[in-house]
């Protein structure tokens, strides 16, 4: 029996109320009134009373009402219109609503007995069919949810909505098919653009495999005198990927012959490590899931950057969510799992104002999201997966181009705390020993997430997978993240542990295996969401929220047990081995049998070529999206729990986003950690070696201006790059990684960690049919961390007193595009730091992109007073390595001398009530208006 | 004497026992973060403590509403001992989803001593959104042994849900009860930051109540947040200031005075 329950409102709902203001601001002005009801469809033969108790379970009766079925006192309304998910989309509400039910009648549901929930809207006023499918398209994704509307008659005639049990039903026989690969080239390279062929002729969705690759597996089953199955292809895709192996950073390139990652990045940490000697701060760099450095004697901090922006495209709020959720994994996926301290984020977005339509087929039925969607959506994910987990999220940026309309980029990044020692361990050194077993902990399989890795190593096209889109679900998380990292790690109950990220069990597994050198899983025993997935399914599938961990013969028994007292699935899935192979069983018979060097290190070495492109020679254009207010963000993310807020995101009087922030995360220690981010992605078309040297000095200098230890900083480098297949975008790419090993290896910043992406391009059509590519500019975010050995020396960005002197550190240049200059920035950054040390500072900001102008704006309304310069010569400059600092008028003299032969000047006074700048003035109210207007309704 | 034993909740999604384990322990009191399922399954006694902490987070992620399906499990498993540990002389709080989930297992505010009957409710803030902020709370006169020798202070909010809702039967009774603690107020932090003093809507701006006998308390506000002085969103100000006039520099903030009460009670 299928049953309704509806759960209404008896007081005014807030959410209805502002779900009709947002319509009436996209411009549906006819809306009269909105009532919404939460309603859980259950399928099970439940008695009347067993249901009104659940109905009871549901409702909060001081606020709420529930009805069985249908509601009896309709509210007014001429158009009902449902929203639910598709089957086998994670639907986190009627998980929960299980769990309820069970628990209250001590009884587990069976299969077969399912809950579902949707969204019920009834929308009044004169509205015509038209309109309520645009309202209705504004409301949800087709990608995930499923809609139903109906009108006021029909749904009276029918007594309701419509039951609709969204189950899946796989019907198909369960198999593993054999490989042909004794075929044509022109074969060869179909399989590795579109997938496998089916047996009804469609193809199973990118391998991103080019012919290079198929020919080297093509060559090594051969030897093997044997076809490969389809489960290993797919194996082989995913640990191939360009997401995975990183290729293009792997390859030789021109006369690099290491390639680079391991000349420009790996080789500036290893130089910087070496010439630091002893006072080398890394620990754990390159070769876990974060990079990680030294925070005190006891413990070390990780932290680790990872993007998620074709999932984003197709479905905002579940690639943000999952994005976050992802990075926080890489966390409690580091050594023998650290503790998540701190989230940051970054979008890239197009100008939310652009409504002209993109699609992504030349038929144009598959229209992509708006950028107001994808903005409002990527928000709302990262909001769900931060506050729910209970980490802080005290730093991000908001950046805006055209160039990012066919794919935003979603920058998700963790911070982690970890003790040196986990119990008797070592806690960042792991290894899996043979024998131990393999265990799956946390969420259930599904084809969510299919062909995740290999998806984002191409671009964006109407051959892109609708099953990389998934949800997260931040609380089966939460559970075995405090279960592992609060209780499992200290009684060193397991030898190894990885994140279930890109690929799956195929990447965790295989990647462990290398620890112990090799591997056997049984595939059966993966706990699914649904029967009926293929094996290639089970093994490559990306379902969300788990971790693989290598748990000892002995600790077994504990390990199960402590995990099932804290709600957490935990499965024995196989045995960690030293046979040299990763072999996959299903149902006792062996299906996949590779060897681990060949799975590893087995693809081919290209050697790519670069071709310098013309430089463009353009002015830097100032977009003001780009410096304005984004508060509406900061203050929805949680920047307070675990009480380790020092900096907070939002600064001063006027609530002024800040550069950077810090954090303390050990509650009886005074030591800090700041955090910070810069990218300049206008810059790369005109220099890529100045814009990659401008992200390290701006992320290394926002650190310094808030009082961190510039001799304990370290970096992390995100690459978005598009169209990575052309030399020329290539030549940008070796130049830009020139200017990060330069400018590193000159600070001592070493790079910890870093992850990148390749093919940031949308394939598609105008509204006018016409087809279009969207490359972004490609973009390089620096991530900086760094550690402030006393939090209470932190400078933040308001002026606090009338009278205090401004000063100008820092050299300008007459130069249209900005200045790097590591030598003398080096030294101010030194005396900066000894000037804070000594409390000679009582404000400082780093000036960044926007200009001296933008610094001044935000210092005006921080502080809520008046700035009256004498000076208006350095007001365009846009050069690098310059800070502004107010200071009390009585440590002038010993401010003066700290600095002197460095390149600074006083340029004005704390007065008045107006930002003065050689007489031009501005007032608080339009200088607000500037800085906050354009998200003010956001 | 020795020290009154805390035992803070944790698990499916609760998320602030660590930093409310360090407020009790700060304070002078012994803290325990204890599993839900550890006090199903017996392993751990209630009634081997003094004070009971629901502390904040995100139980099943709000859904059902928040706090709603804790309770549930709260009252499906525990509520014969919860309700014999009320009923001693003993200390209960609950911090915002903690508070969420109280008010739904009906332990605030049990008008008539009616526990387990759900009076108040806490519905979605105003703006439907998320919001995190500093808030400044006016305390009420009342009996409530937490907050004896608690001034006016501020302290961070974070939550979806924290708009205060009865009906007016309920409110005048809570009223003349004595029960309503804390009210949002304007104060030091929305002065300075141009911020609108009721954060979500709450009905007679109120931000914390307790039942009848003062010794259960709820709030939306964290006031382990608030325990330092470098907690503060102004305290860069603050210390220049004090600096100037040849002040100290305070370590710690206002929210530590509620959990020296509690271990205060008990001595």
């Known amino acids: 029996m299928v049953v309704r329950i509806e759960v209404t409102s008896k007081v005014l709902d807030t959410r209805a109320r502002v779900l009709k203001e947002r319509l009436d601001s996209f411009g549906f002005k006819n809306i009269l009134d909105i009532s919404i009801a939460d309603v859980y469809t259950i399928e099970k033969d439940f008695s009347k009373k067993q249901l009104k108790e659940i109905g009871q379970l549901l409702t909060n009766p001081v606020s709420q009402k529930f009805n069985i079925n249908t509601d009896s006192a309709l509210p007014n309304f001429s158009w009902a219109v449902e929203i639910g998910f598709l089957p086998g989309v994670t639907d986190n509400v009627a998980n929960t609503t299980k769990e309820i039910i069970e628990d209250f009648f001590k009884d587990k549901l069976r299969d077969g007995d399912r809950v579902y929930t949707s969204r019920l809207i009834f929308i009044n006023g004169k509205i015509s069919k038209l309109e309520i499918i645009q309202i209705t398209e504004s409301l949800f994704n087709p990608l995930i949810q499923r809609v139903s509307i109906k009108k006021r008659d029909q749904f009276i005639k029918d007594s309701g909505m419509d039951q609709v049990v969204p189950e899946v039903k796989l019907n198909h026989e369960v198999k593993v098919c054999e490989v042909n690969l004794n075929i044509t080239d022109e074969d060869l390279i179909k399989i590795g653009k579109s997938g496998i062929e089916n047996e009804d002729g469609t193809r199973r969705g990118p391998l991103a495999l080019d012919l290079q690759y198929m020919k080297t597996i093509q060559g090594y089953f051969k030897k093997l005198k044997r076809n490969p199955k389809d489960i290993e292809i797919e194996s082989l895709a995913q640990t191939w990927s360009e997401h995975c192996k990183h290729t293009i950073f792997a390859d030789p390139i021109d006369d690099i012959k290491d390639g680079l990652y391991k000349t420009f990045i790996k080789g500036a940490t290893e130089k910087i490590r070496k010439k630091l000697g002893k006072k080398d701060f890394c620990v754990s760099v390159f070769t876990d899931n974060s990079g990680a450095i030294e925070f005190d004697k006891d413990f070390l901090i990780t932290h680790k950057v990872e993007t998620h922006n074709s999932p984003s495209a197709l479905d905002p709020f579940g690639g943000a969510i999952t994005g976050i959720g992802g990075v926080n994994r890489d966390t409690i996926g580091f050594g023998l799992g650290a503790k998540p301290v701190a989230n940051v984020y970054g979008f890239c977005f197009a100008d939310p104002s652009d409504t002209s339509s993109l699609f992504k087929d030349s038929k144009l039925t598959q229209k992509m999201l708006s950028p107001r969607r994808i903005l409002d959506g990527v928000i709302a994910g990262i909001n769900a997966g931060g506050n729910q987990s209970g980490i802080p999220t005290p730093q991000g940026f908001l950046y805006f181009d055209k160039s990012y309309k066919g794919k935003p980029l979603v920058f998700c990044g963790t911070l982690g705390i970890i003790p040196k020692k986990a119990g008797k361990r070592i806690s960042h050194l792991k290894k899996a020993e043979n024998g131990d077993y393999i265990v799956m902990v946390g969420g259930r399989v599904g084809l969510d997430g299919i062909h995740g890795a290999t998806f984002s190593s191409e671009a964006l096209s109407s051959g892109s997978p609708a099953s990389a889109v998934q949800i997260g679900d931040p609380i089966t998380q939460k559970k075995f993240s405090n279960a592992i990292v609060k209780e499992a790690r200290d009684l060193n109950l397991y030898n190894s542990i990885t994140d279930n990220g890109a690929g799956g069990l195929s990447c965790s597994v295989s990647e462990m295996a290398k620890e112990s050198n090799g591997c056997e899983v049984n595939l059966e025993k993966v706990p699914l969401k649904y029967p009926g997935l293929d094996p290639w399914q089970i093994w490559i599938s990306e379902s969300q929220e788990r971790m693989t961990l290598s748990v000892p013969k002995k600790n077994l028994e504990r390990f199960l047990d402590l995990m099932k007292k804290r709600g957490v699935e935990a499965t024995v899935i196989g045995k960690f081995t030293n046979s040299g192979k990763c072999q996959v069983r299903f149902k006792n018979k062996l299906k996949v049998d590779l060897d681990l060097e060949f799975l590893h290190n087995g693809l081919p070495k290209r050697n790519l070529k670069t071709k310098k492109p013309k430089l463009l020679k353009k002015k830097l254009v100032v977009n003001n999206l780009n410096y304005s207010s984004f508060e509406f963000v900061s203050n929805q993310y949680d920047h307070e729990v675990q009480g380790s807020s020092v900096l907070k995101p939002l600064q001063g009087r006027g609530r002024v986003n800040a550069d950077a922030s810090i954090i303390k995360p050990i509650f009886n220690s005074n030591k800090g950690v700041a955090i910070s981010q810069a990218l300049y992605p206008e810059l790369t078309d005109i220099n890529p070696y100045l814009m990659a040297s401008y992200c390290i000095d701006e992320a290394v200098r926002n650190l310094v201006v808030v009082g961190a230890n510039p001799q304990k900083i370290a970096l992390l480098d995100n690459f978005c790059w598009c169209s990575s297949n052309d030399p020329e975008r290539l030549w940008q790419l070796k130049e830009s990684l020139k200017g990060c090993f330069d400018l590193a290896t000159f600070y001592n910043t070493p790079f910890i960690s870093g992850k990148d992406s390749m093919f940031n391009d949308f394939n598609g059509f105008n509204e006018k049919g016409r087809p279009v590519k969207i490359s972004v500019l490609p973009t390089l975010l620096i991530s900086s961390i760094g550690i402030v050995e006393d939090i209470e020396k932190a400078v933040s960005i308001d002026p606090k007193f009338s009278g205090d002197l401004i000063y100008l550190l820092g050299e300008h240049p007459k130069e249209l595009l900005p200045k790097v200059n590591p030598k003398i920035n080096q030294r101010i950054y030194q005396i900066y730091h000894q000037a804070a040390d000594n409390g000679l500072i009582s404000s400082g900001i780093s000036i960044t992109r926007g200009g001296l102008k933008e610094a001044l704006i935000k210092m005006f309304l921080s502080g809520n007073l008046g700035l009256e310069l004498n000076d208006n010569n350095t007001l365009n400059n846009l050069s690098s390595g310059r800070i502004i600092v107010t200071i009390n008028p009585d440590l002038k003299i010993q401010f003066e001398k700290l600095f002197k032969g460095l390149p600074f000047k006083q340029i004005g006074t704390i007065q008045g009530d107006k930002l003065s700048i050689k007489g031009q003035e501005t007032n608080l109210k339009s200088a607000e208006k500037l800085y906050k207007d354009s998200f003010r309704s956001f | ?267």
């Open chain 2, 1 to 267: 004497m020795s020290k009154p034993k805390v035992l803070v909740f944790s698990g499916y999604g609760l998320n602030c026992e660590e930093e409310t384990k360090f407020a009790f322990d700060e304070a002078g009191g012994k803290a325990e973060i204890v599993h839900i399922n550890d006090l199903i399954d017996g392993s751990k006694k209630l009634e081997q403590f003094q004070v009971l902490a629901f502390p904040g987070g995100f139980s099943y992620g709000d859904d059902t509403g928040s706090g709603n399906a804790y309770a549930n499990k709260l009252r499906n498993h525990l509520w014969e001992k919860i309700d014999k540990f009320i009923k001693g002389d003993k200390l209960v709080i609950g911090i915002c989803n903690g508070f969420q989930i109280i008010v739904n297992l009906g332990l605030l505010p049990a008008l008539g001593k009616n526990y387990g009957d759900r009076q108040v409710a806490l519905l979605h803030n105003d703006n439907a959104r998320y919001t995190v902020r500093w808030v400044d709370l006016k305390v009420e006169e009342c009996s409530s042994p937490w907050v004896k020798n608690l001034p006016d202070f501020f302290a961070p909010i974070a939550h979806g849900e924290g708009k205060f809702y009865a009906s007016d039967k309920v409110l005048k009774k809570l009223n003349e009860n004595k029960q309503v603690v804390f009210r949002y107020t304007l104060r030091e932090i929305c002065e300075l930051q141009n911020l609108d003093p009721n954060p979500n809507g709450s009905l007679e701006d109120i931000a914390g109540i307790t039942d009848e006998s003062g010794k259960i308390l709820g709030l939306m506000p964290h006031p382990e947040r608030a325990m330092f002085f470098t907690q503060f969103p102004h305290w860069t100000y603050l210390k220049e200031k004090f600096k100037r006039e040849g002040k100290p520099i305070p370590k710690f903030g206002p929210g530590l005075q509620i959990f020296k009460n509690a271990v205060n009670y008990f001595k």
